[in-house]
């Protein structure tokens, strides 16, 4: 079929026969089509169409045969549709979404082909349905994530954090695991990724946030003299939810937990809507609460942003610790504490694995350090042996 702007077609002409390779889809822009496929040799009418519906798109997007004859009942105008056109649209489209559409119509291009007693005419489209099961795995796996939550299979384990100067532990950072009783461990790498697409992140950062608040309690209880705080990571739709540090501050009374003592770490990747961001953390230190700007370097770094933000912590992103060696490394950390101090911020170093990192952070000023070295993700009771040794 030519390319053409639009296509007319007289009554009684075809469009195109079952069994022809598909090149194009088309929208009717007025007249009427039949659809009819091949039954014991006889046309069987499946259906008519007529205009502002599409024709023709089914084989486009899964490469398959022509599975009806088109044959127009009036005359009518096409808008011719390329492949490409739709190709590229569903290739963008969230895999899920995709998977759920291929299989809508391999189960219609089935049933038509039990129908019609025809062999069903469907590709073996070998990519799609790796594709297929990769979108299907990440079904699965968000439903159990969400029984996780229910069974409460998901834990928080608490990341030290050592002011440097004193050595003293002032503080953890709540590290969500999850173990899934097939799959050993998943990281929150990717099970975080992974509720983020959906609104599925919201009960999960509400798991998390009641997990921080319920050890804290008990530190409290356990270890009233100590009083460290507790960072907690949040995510891009938790912080699009306006009632978002209002749901914080609920959870934190239910637990008895004072304000000063939660610390919310905002991903630097995230601080693109300024505006947001702002709100946030005005609402936050209404309420006696900080944050951080969490892997500091990684995301856009936008400094123009960042002098508007009053964000209490830089945490400074593993990968610039990690090379402390390199001179040219060294100078953007020194730089970044220098210009953390003007603004009145604290830095965290995340990623410290070596005395030698730490002893040179502590030349530079850095005031807190988080990494291996200081210490492992804990559990609760690991944290409150750590605090009360
Ligand atoms: P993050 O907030 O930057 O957390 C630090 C990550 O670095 C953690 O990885 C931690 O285990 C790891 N880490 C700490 N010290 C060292 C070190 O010395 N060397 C090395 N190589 N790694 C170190 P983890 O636990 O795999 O978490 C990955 C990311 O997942 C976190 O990065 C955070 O962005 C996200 N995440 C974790 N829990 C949650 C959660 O409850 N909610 C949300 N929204 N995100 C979470
Ligand atoms: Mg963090
Ligand atoms: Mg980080």
């Known amino acids: 079929m030519p390319t053409a702007y639009r296509i007319e077609l007289e009554a009684g002409e075809v469009l195109f026969r079952e069994g022809d390779a598909p090149t194009t889809a088309f929208l009717i822009e007025s007249g009427t089509l039949r659809i009819t496929a091949e039954r014991d040799g006889a046309p069987m009418r499946l259906g008519d169409l007529s205009a502002g519906a599409l024709v023709g798109e089914m084989a486009v997007l899964?490469?398959?045969?022509?599975?009806?004859?088109?044959?127009?009942?009036?005359?009518?105008?096409?808008?011719?549709?390329?492949?490409?056109?739709f190709a590229e649209r569903l290739q963008a489209a969230d895999p899920v979404v995709r998977a759920l559409l291929l299989s809508q119509l391999s189960r219609y291009r089935t049933a038509l082909a039990t129908f019609t007693g025809n062999d069903p005419m469907v590709a073996a489209?070998?990519?799609?349905?790796?594709?297929?099961?990769?979108?299907?795995?990440?079904?699965?796996?968000?439903s159990q994530l969400r029984s996780a939550m229910e069974n409460r299979e998901l834990e928080i384990r608490l990341q030290p954090i050592q002011h440097i100067a004193s050595g003293r532990l002032a503080g953890f950072e709540a590290l969500t695991r999850w173990t899934h009783p097939e799959r050993g461990v998943v990281s929150p790498a990717d099970f975080i990724a992974l509720a983020e697409e959906t609104s599925l992140i919201v009960p999960v950062g509400e798991y998390v946030l009641r997990e921080v608040c319920i050890a804290l309690r008990r530190i409290g209880e356990e270890a009233p003299h100590t009083r460290p705080f507790i960072a907690f990571n949040v995510s891009g739709r938790q912080v699009g939810d306006s009632e978002y540090v209002a749901r914080v501050l609920a959870q934190m009374r239910a637990h008895a937990v004072a304000p000063a003592q939660l610390k919310i770490e905002i991903t630097e990747s995230l601080v693109l809507d300024y505006s947001q961001i702002a709100t946030l953390i005005e609402r936050a230190h209404t309420a006696g609460m900080q944050v951080a700007l969490d892997d500091f370097g990684t995301g856009y770094s936008n400094l123009g942003h960042l002098h508007k933000l009053a964000f209490d912590t830089i945490k400074i992103d593993q990968g610039f610790i990690r090379q402390l060696d390199d001179p040219r490394c060294l100078a953007i950390v020194r730089a970044v504490i220098g210009m953390a101090g003007a603004l009145g911020c604290d830095v965290v170093a995340e990623g410290v694995e070596t005395p030698e990192h730490l002893a040179q952070l502590k030349i530079l000023g850095c005031q807190y350090a988080q990494g291996w070295l200081i210490g492992k993700p804990l559990t609760v009771d690991d944290a409150l042996a750590a605090l009360t040794r």
């Open 62 to 85: 899964d490469d398959s045969h022509r599975s009806a004859t088109v044959t127009a009942v009036s005359a009518c105008v096409l808008t011719p549709i390329d492949r490409a056109q």
């Open 125 to 142: 489209a070998a990519a799609g349905d790796a594709e297929s099961a990769h979108a299907l795995d990440k079904i699965r796996l968000e």
